[in-house]
């Protein structure tokens, strides 16, 4: 490369002048080259027949673009065999003929689109110095070659959305490669089939449980062997326990024993713990009610009189529906205290009780501790429920900790491993087995199904399926007749290394490139970002 240092220039061209118009660098490049080819007959020649000048844009420099004015020549084909008589110059792997710019700034505008889109890479490309519009970028990389996928001998495959619900395509990936191959319009038992044909040197499909890939497979490629993912396998177990875990968790709340009744006289509820009211407000309250009091006792009167409900209604300022409310209540409106509203205070309530059993009376020292723990509300709010501390001793019922626990959270301490648990959560699954041994003997089969899973076991499965029909539990047994419905399938997943995990990944990687498209992108342009993704 000849030139300068900061614009290297291919064999045979050189540097002669530099000037500046506006923000653009205008650079004078004299092909000197003493002889060029002809591009019909190859055939060499010296005999020059004139000069013209080309004008084409290179990559930008200091964030200015940068324009090239290249002296090329015209030649004489010295073949007397070839219909060409005069030819141009080339400049290879530097401009194509009839280019407007280099192949250096088309690679940069095409690494541009390939890593954002059209329109935030012309915004991208403005910040560069590079002048595009975005169709120029979208035709850039439109203009990529995408080379045929060679051979493939663990293929993975798996299904994404273009809407959600509604169009699938496929992505198909090559687990030894790790590179996305292809990817197809549509998610179809024929699409998959028919690419799967034309590769007939598959020996893996690695897939998840739906019935469209596993009918392609056995259509498309009968010589490959099926592999089910792991990953899949542990989730529909997990959703086949799902009712189970409910229904017991739903069963221990029934046998816990009812909790100890506070003192009514002296302790409000635990759910009934007010912050001390404001007096203004206070105020207002009491004013509102004895109001009501004395409309309460005039519609009384009134009604032993006789005098029809919207009289009534008319003479005290209200609706009938108000009236009706009154009779059907039987009480003064507002003698009633209303239930307490959910606060933001109230996951803090335990903590703050017990801090204040512990002897710590300082409103600010536990405004700061809970402040820590993700409280959001204010200081204020605090320093009002602790106002109520201080007029009557409240105690709050401690609730066993099995009972505040979700059917969600029981059902993922059941299915993660079990050295994954920390010391709490180990505490309540213990307890949890303790109290339902359906739970316990479901615990004890799924761990085993996880280190099967983790451990690529395959062997064991047979045992494991014969311990499921020993225990009884309709629901594990449901899965087990799903895994014989795929049974070659599964083994082999338990058994080989290969999984879709390459494939979710790219999947992943597919929903960025779909959305920086903002949703507008035709499937042609979609493969090509995705083939040639950086």
């Excluded at 844009?57 to 065999?81: E, I, M, T, Y």
């Excluded at 792997?93 to 940069?108: E, H, K, N, Y």
């Excluded at 029809?308 to 039987?330: C, F, H, K, Y």
Aim: hydrophobic fraction near 35%; charge should be positive.
């Amino acid at each position: 490369m000849e030139g300068t240092l900061f614009l290297p220039l291919p064999e045979g061209l050189s540097l002669t002048q530099i000037s500046q118009e506006e923000s653009t660098l205008v650079l004078e490049v004299v092909s000197e080259r003493f002889s060029s080819c002809c591009p019909l007959c190859t055939y060499p020649s010296d005999s020059i027949h004139s000069r013209y000048c080309r004008t084409v844009r290179d990559v930008p420099c200091g964030g200015q673009a940068v324009r090239l004015h290249l002296q090329v020549r015209k030649f004489f084909c010295q073949n007397p065999g070839c219909v060409r008589r005069i030819f141009t110059e080339r400049l290879p792997g530097f401009v194509d003929s009839w280019g407007q710019m280099t192949l250096r700034l088309i690679a940069i505008l095409q690494a541009t689109g390939l890593a954002t889109s059209g329109s935030l890479g012309t915004r991208l490309a403005a910040r560069l110095g590079i002048s595009a519009s975005w169709m120029t970028i979208l035709r850039r990389v439109m203009a990529l070659a995408t080379p045929e996928a060679s051979s493939v001998t663990v293929l993975g495959i798996d299904d994404f959305s273009f809407k959600r619900g509604r169009k699938f395509g496929t992505i198909l990936v090559d687990l030894s490669t790790h590179q996305v191959i292809d990817l197809l319009p549509e998610r179809s038992v024929e699409s998959a089939a028919a690419w799967m044909q034309s590769h007939p040197e598959i020996a893996y499909v690695s897939r998840d449980r739906g019935n469209d890939y596993a009918q392609a497979t056995r259509k498309g490629a009968p010589q490959a062997t099926p592999v089910a993912d792991r990953f899949h396998l542990y989730k529909n177990l997990v959703e086949a326990i799902e009712p189970m875990v409910t229904r017991c968790c739903r069963e221990i709340r029934k046998q816990l024993p009812p909790l100890p009744k506070p003192d009514r006289s002296r302790l409000p509820k635990a759910k009934e713990w007010r912050p001390t009211p404001a007096p203004f407000h206070e105020r207002q309250r009491l004013s509102r009610l004895a109001t009501n009091q004395e409309r309460f006792e005039y519609m009384i009167e009134l009604q032993k009189l006789g005098i029809p409900q919207d009289e009534i209604a008319r003479r005290l300022g209200v609706t009938t529906r108000t009236i009706q409310n009154w009779n059907n209540r039987g009480s003064c409106p507002g003698s009633i205290r209303r239930r307490k509203r959910r606060s933001l205070f109230d996951p803090y309530a335990p903590y703050v009780l017990k801090r204040w059993k512990q002897g710590c009376k300082k409103g600010s020292q536990l405004y700061r501790e809970i402040k820590v723990q993700g409280y959001t509300g204010t200081d204020r709010q605090v320093y009002r429920f602790l106002q109520t501390l201080k007029q009557e001793p409240v105690e709050l019922p401690a609730l066993p900790v099995i009972s505040l626990i979700t059917a969600q959270e029981a059902l993922w301490l059941i299915a993660r491993p079990f050295h994954s648990l920390n010391e709490e959560e180990r505490a309540l699954l213990a307890q949890l087995c303790q109290g339902s041994s359906e739970l316990a003997t479901l615990h004890t089969l799924v761990q085993s199904f996880g280190r099967l899973i983790r451990n690529r076991e395959g062997h064991r499965l047979e045992d494991w399926k014969k311990q499921v029909v020993g225990s009884g539990i309709t629901e594990l047994q449901r899965f087990v007749k799903g895994l014989e419905r795929d049974q070659e399938a599964v083994l082999v997943g338990l058994t080989v290394a290969h999984s879709n995990g390459q494939v979710e990944g790219f999947v992943n990687k597919l929903k960025l490139i779909k959305r920086q498209s903002y949703g507008r992108a035709s499937f042609p342009l979609l493969r090509q970002r995705v083939l040639h993704a950086l």
